[in-house]
């Protein structure tokens, strides 16, 4: 079993800074790409960022120059600078993380968190 926990959602001002964080924990054995997407009302889930395990990152167009994805292999989390941040921005934040087993250390499969809000007022 593999669980996200994301801390750092909240209710900021148009202008302001988040800063999302990601923990997973349970029986991994192995982590390849980590990264973000985000869910606003009425809409469907989109891909923010993402990054691989070498750091290589690849952000969705509307987040490039405000967002800055980061992880620590160590710790096992992965984060996400918010800077600029609009109201369009507002949406339930999503972790998802590529990681194997110990029961199966070859197959890797996409861990999602539960979600963490982002309010971003006008």
């Known amino acids: 079993q593999v669980q996200l926990v994301e801390p750092g959602g909240g209710l900021v001002q148009s202008g302001g800074s988040l800063r999302l964080s990601c923990a997973a924990s349970?029986?991994?054995?192995?982590?390849?790409?980590m990264g973000w997407y985000r869910q606003a009302p009425g809409n469907e889930r989109e891909f923010v960022v993402r990054?691989?395990?070498?750091?290589?990152?690849n952000y969705t167009d509307s987040v490039k120059g405000r967002f800055t994805v980061s992880r620590d292999n160590a710790k096992k989390m992965v984060y996400l600078q918010m800077n600029s941040l609009k109201p369009d921005d507002t949406a339930l934040y999503f972790c998802?993380?590529?990681?194997?087993?110990?029961?199966?250390?070859?197959?890797?499969?996409?861990?999602w968190g539960k979600g963490t809000l982002v309010t971003v007022s006008s």
């Open positions: 349970g029986s991994i054995f192995s982590i390849n790409d």
């Open positions: 990054i691989t395990l070498g750091g290589s990152t």
């Open positions: 998802a993380v590529s990681a194997s087993t110990y029961w199966h250390p070859k197959s890797f499969t996409t861990y």
